[in-house]
């Protein structure tokens, strides 16, 4: 049965933090009358070239955790890696066209992806239409998520409701 370790967060500038101060929650989006491609001119995107986030701190966590335990079979892992990992592996069957590689250490086994070729000139060459598609997906993400549990939302008229349709998404 999965549990909870940890937390760690990357605040704006991509600083790690061993706490759970970048943790959003969900809160249905009021789509009324929305745009998402509203703020797009403003969008923070992480540097291009960047490539896959390195999975160190996610490993930095899991030591920061079992330094913090009494228990030290609570951070006793059989494979660590990012979710998303384990998404691309299972949709593979269903995007043959687009190849990835991944790379695994057996030291205590990590895994974590490597940026191809072919991922790094699709991305260089995306259309204004794909990039903007993308900023979809992370304004939506914006749009259903707010900085405190929705049992601290006293109304519609929440200032932290209210600015969701017009903050800007930063995806660093």
């Known amino acids: 049965q999965p549990v909870e370790i940890m937390s760690f967060s990357y605040d704006d500038k991509r600083n790690l933090h061993m706490d759970d101060r970048e943790l959003k929650y969900y809160y249905p989006p009021d789509l009324e ?4 491609s509203r703020g797009y001119e403003k969008f923070i995107q992480r540097e291009d070239g960047s490539g ?7 490993l930095d966590a899991l030591a920061h955790a079992k330094m ?7 951070t006793r892992v059989d494979l660590v890696s ?6 691309k592996i299972l949709c ?10 991944l790379g695994a250490t057996l030291w205590n086994v990590s895994s974590e992806e490597h940026e191809t070729e ?26 259903c998520t707010i900085n405190k ?3 601290q939302v006293n109304s519609v008229e929440d ?13 660093n």
């Open 68 to 74: 913090l335990s009494q228990d030290k079979n609570l």
């Open 82 to 87: 990012w979710r998303g990992i384990f998404t």
């Open 159 to 171: 200032p932290e409701l209210l600015s969701r349709k017009t903050s800007v998404v930063n995806t």
């Open 118 to 143: 072919y991922t790094k000139e699709n991305a260089e060459g995306a259309t204004p239409r794909h990039k903007l598609m993308i900023y979809w997906g992370y304004k939506f993400e914006n749009l």
């Open 33 to 36: 009358n929305c745009d998402l």
């Open 52 to 58: 896959p986030t390195p999975i160190h701190s996610l």
């Open 92 to 101: 593979t069957p269903y995007n043959r066209n687009e190849p990835w590689e």
């Open 149 to 151: 549990p929705a049992s």
